[in-house]
């Protein structure tokens, strides 16, 4: 197999886009224009005819280059339109250039790595199958989940798709973003212009939760792709985790798009409270490889163990 590296301002990417849409494990985070509004470079491993792609995601600090996981894509790593064989995945691995001294990345489910080789992580997701009348659908809704359909229900929520993103992200900001401070401003600016493309390319609908007073209390952007809805942001606020409003929200989506060849990708979680929630919608738990790698010199490793922390210093690196 003839693997080269092939640099982003080179790429061909009517040919990459052709491989991502008909690509037996293609998913919308792999599409080049997806790629080029959430990380800031990005070179490739394809094949001479881009039947198999792999995109690398890079950045450079203190003159170390490295491999890291954009945020708001899931899974990228290996893409073909042909059956994924772990002698592929293999290869494309291997031809992983020497400069990328760290790595901390996802693949994808399709994607299996040699253990022995790598050392790769396990991660979780979660999928509902939506193929099935909506009236079956929610039967396999656990007991609490039902109930706090009910109690939201009770609330007079009303759920529309007609909102902005932007309104969802400040949401997000105000509440759980508060906690979570590898998220910056220009992160958040990012997302907002990613989600206007995806609505724009009719690939993304924002859904909002409305209290009986009209004030937004939950949302979420959901984008379209392969046959699949990923549930790729959302937010609630403190009077939402009262009323129940995100299972109304979701089970709205559910209902809207049951009995269509369909999947609903809740993209997690690794955080058990979310795949318990994920869960008692009646998803089903998928599992994806995630590879790490470190060719550091050994002085450097050394000095990596020294400032180790509550977190490693190579996680924080990479972020």
């Not at 073909?80 to 772990?86: G, K, N, Q, Y």
């Not at 656990?142 to 949401?171: G, L």
């Not at 400032?307 to 990479?318: E, M, V």
């Amino acid at each position: 197999m003839n693997i080269r590296l092939v640099k982003h301002s080179e790429l061909d990417n009517a040919a990459w886009d052709n491989c991502i849409e008909k690509a037996v494990n293609g998913n919308i985070y792999g599409f080049s224009w997806y790629l080029d509004i959430v990380c800031e470079e990005w070179d490739a491993l394809i094949t001479e005819d881009y039947e198999t792609v792999f995109p690398l995601t890079h950045r450079e600090k203190f003159g170390i280059r490295y491999l890291y996981q954009p945020f708001f894509a899931q899974q990228l790593g290996i893409f073909s339109i042909r059956h994924i064989t772990p002698e592929i995945v293999e290869a494309f691995l291997t031809a992983i250039p020497k400069k990328y001294l760290l790595a901390e990345i996802n693949l994808n489910a399709y994607n299996k790595p040699d253990k022995k080789k790598w050392q790769v992580t396990e991660n979780l997701n979660h999928e509902l199958d939506l193929i099935e009348p909506y009236s079956i659908t929610k039967k396999n809704y656990s007991q609490n989940t039902s109930r706090n359909i009910a109690k939201a229900m009770n609330h007079s929520i009303s759920i529309s798709s007609n909102i902005k993103p932007e309104d969802i992200v400040t949401m997000f900001r105000q509440n759980k973003g508060k906690q979570i401070s590898h998220l910056r401003d220009h992160d958040y600016r990012r997302f907002i212009r990613l989600a206007y493309e995806c609505i724009v390319n009719n690939k993304a609908i924002c859904y909002g939760a409305y209290t009986a007073q009209n004030s937004l209390c939950a949302g979420a952007i959901v984008v379209f792709s392969h046959r699949k809805a990923v549930f790729l942001f959302s937010a609630t606020n403190e009077i939402a985790r009262e009323n129940s409003a995100m299972f109304l929200l979701i089970d709205h989506f559910i209902q809207d798009l049951s009995g269509n060849h369909l999947t609903l990708d809740f993209e997690g979680s690794n955080d058990p409270n979310l795949a318990r929630f994920y869960k008692s919608f009646g998803s089903v738990r998928i599992k994806y490889p995630g590879l790490r790698f470190n060719r550091l010199p050994l002085p450097v490793k050394f000095l990596l163990r020294i400032y180790k922390k509550t977190k490693t210093l190579t996680q924080k690196f990479l972020k």
